[in-house]
T-cell receptor, first 112, second 111 residues
Framework: EAQVTQNPRYLITVTGKKLTVTCSQN?????MSWYRQDPGLGLRQIYYSMNVEVTDKGDVPEGYKVSRKEKRNFPLILESPSPNQTSLYFC???????????FGPGTRLTVT | GEDVEQSLFLSVREGDSSVINCTYT??????LYWYKQEPGAGLQLLTY?????DMKQDQRLTVLLNKKDKHLSLRIADTQTGDSAIYFC???????????FGTGTRLQVTL
């Protein structure tokens, strides 16, 4: 089944404790992105990747890191999480001219 | 700048038509999309329209695009309770994998 998977689905952590949210897609898509969803703000792009080893900042990259060592994986790293990074995070992959994005199920992160 | 605006809430009766509106500011957008988010789930692509089209119909869904006014709408005919969700419009601003999303419209379908 074609899909985007994220892990973990739920995470509660404390300020400053490094964490990684994994994202994997099995559709051989070139493009992958991370978004955060906050009430009243819609989805905002954090980082995106156009291919292996090619990444770029989205609209809200501060406090986040990404890497793209393999085509299928695009982990999101929070080196020192802070409470303002409490949010719902989505990974997405896309391909082709239309760039229609396929979303993962989301990761709800709470930083206390 | 790139701002995509939507009204926050819409309530319709089952069987009526729903119209969800969206305005965007980037005239260079190539594709415009409608996504649906059900509670506790990710976003699901409903439909998209190429910027040189005025209208696209897909079963109960009709998308209208007015490029002059930078206005996009999604009409759902014969709205059902299963259509209750948050609907997001989004624009592709040309950069690979760069989508700008609206704030979402929560559609409530009442009996």
């Amino acid at each position: 089944e074609a899909q985007v998977t994220q892990n973990p689905r739920y995470l509660i952590t404390v300020t400053g404790k490094k964490l990684t949210v994994t994202c994997s897609q099995n559709m051989n898509h070139e493009y992958m992105s991370w978004y955060r969803q906050d009430p009243g703000l819609g989805l905002r792009q954090i980082y995106y990747s156009m291919n292996v080893e090619v990444t770029d900042k989205g609209d809200v990259p501060e406090g986040y890191k990404v890497s793209r060592k393999e085509k299928r994986n695009f982990p999101l790293i929070l080196e020192s999480p802070s409470p303002n990074q409490t949010s719902l995070y989505f990974c997405a992959s896309s391909f082709g001219r239309t760039r229609e994005q396929y979303f993962g199920p989301g990761t709800r992160l709470t930083v206390t | 700048g790139e701002d995509v605006e939507q009204s926050l809430f819409l309530s319709v009766r089952e069987g009526d038509s729903s119209v969800i509106n969206c305005t965007y500011t980037d005239s260079s957008s190539t594709y415009l999309y409608w996504y649906k988010q059900e509670p506790g789930a990710g976003l699901q692509l409903l439909t998209y329209i190429f910027s040189n089209m005025d209208m696209k119909q897909d079963q109960r869904l009709t998308v209208l695009l007015n490029k002059k006014d930078k206005h996009l709408s999604l009409r759902i005919a014969d709205t059902q309770t299963g259509d209750s969700a948050i609907y997001f419009c989004a624009e592709n601003t040309g950069t690979a994998s760069k989508l700008t999303f609206g704030t979402g419209t929560r559609l409530q379908v009442t009996l």
